[in-house]
Nanobody, 122 residues
Framework: QVQLVESGGGLVQAGGSVRLSCAAS????????MGWFRQAPGKEREFVAA????????YYSNSVKGRFTISRDNAKMTVYLQMNSLKADDTAVYYC???????????????WGRGTQVTVSS
């Protein structure tokens, strides 16, 4: 089992920045690729970013590419999502998840956090 806890969400103005953290506990963090997903009200959960075990392979959705940065600190068992130039459309609950390989489909992730709300005011 891997337990994931997100933090860092909140209310931010459009154009602003926020950094989300996802702290892992349980099984070896370095055994898993990590991903971020988000779900806005009335919409399906969508892929945001993913990073492999070593941090050498990174993937982004087109909607966040160039604005968001995913990173991980294996010593701290934490994955981050730096979100810059935020837009109202970025408003959602953000989830981190763990998978055996980096993936863009939620079905490929085994463990999930409970999410943290990010609200961008325009």
């Amino acid at each position: 089992q891997v337990q994931l806890v997100e933090s860092g969400g909140g209310l931010v103005q459009a154009g602003g920045s926020v950094r989300l953290s996802c702290a892992a506990s349980g099984r070896t963090f370095t055994s898993y690729a990590m991903g971020w997903f988000r779900q806005a009200p009335g919409k399906e959960r969508e892929f945001v970013a993913a990073i492999n075990l070593a941090g050498s392979r990174i993937y982004y959705s087109n909607s966040v590419k160039g604005r968001f940065t995913i990173s991980r600190d294996n010593a701290k068992m934490t994955v981050y999502l730096q979100m810059n130039s935020l837009k109202a459309d970025d408003t959602a609950v953000y989830y981190c998840a763990a998978a055996y390989t980096p993936a863009t489909m939620s079905k490929d992730y085994t463990y999930w956090g409970r999410g943290t709300q990010v609200t961008v005011s325009s």
